[in-house]
């Protein structure tokens, strides 16, 4: 039999494969209700400009959530040394499209471009990567909810609460003590022994490593 001090230390691993398909198979209904009750499905507009290629995976990934669920996808391709005014041009027909419903700006943009300036043009009803000023200003007062929380610290906070892992009195941190969340840009960054023994970790980098096969 296994000694307590071993049992402590075995990791439980959070499915997010699994929890996703959960979520997506509830996505998936409230789309078919939507499409029944109103004749129209969600539409997501994603703007990529130039074609790096972690940009363009990410995409894809949201291409392809975007046909599992029923919602349906706009992709806009623009080229690297699009001007900003034409980009923000863009942004505003967007914004003014009524089968449109949610828009993205795949970052980062090329560096001739001001990325505040084009986020700051996504209508806030259309903002679903919650990076208006109005949204980020209501995600950080107490009281106020935005129309649109940033993806990634929703998700993490989702795959936490759907495995029964409580935030409550614990501390948060990029690399430390009870909740470690990993998105450095560099695969294997963290080592399984520096975590300690009961420690919640979330991947949520996305990186490319070669493959031997």
């Known amino acids: 039999m296994a000694s307590s001090e071993e049992e402590q230390k075995k990791a439980t691993i959070i499915d997010g494969k699994a929890i996703a398909h959960t979520i997506r198979s509830e996505i998936a209904s409230e789309v078919q209700q ?29 291409r392809k959530a975007c046909a599992e669920v ?32 949610g828009i993205l700006v795949q970052l980062p943009l090329p560096a001739h471009i001001n990325e505040e300036n084009v986020l700051n043009e996504i209508s806030i009803e259309k903002d679903v990567d919650g990076f208006h000023p109005l949204n980020i200003g209501k995600l950080g007062m107490k009281g106020r909810d935005p129309l649109f929380q940033p993806c990634t610290p929703k998700g993490c906070l989702e795959l936490l609460s759907r495995s029964g892992i409580s935030v409550k009195s614990k501390r948060a941190v990029v690399v430390g003590r009870n909740i470690i969340i990993a998105a450095a840009g560099q695969a294997n960054m963290i080592k399984g022994d520096w975590i300690k023994p009961g420690a919640a970790v979330i991947d949520v980098g996305t990186n490319a490593v070669d493959d031997p096969t």
């Open 34 to 62: 939507l499409s029944t009750k109103h004749g129209k499905v969600p539409g997501l507009a994603v703007i990529i400009v130039g074609s790096r290629k972690d940009s363009q995976s990410y995409v894809n990934m949201k």
């Open 70 to 101: 029923g919602i349906k996808s706009y992709d806009i391709n623009l080229p690297e040394k699009v001007p900003e005014a034409e980009l923000i041009q863009k942004v505003q027909e967007l914004n003014a499209h009524p089968d449109i419903h």
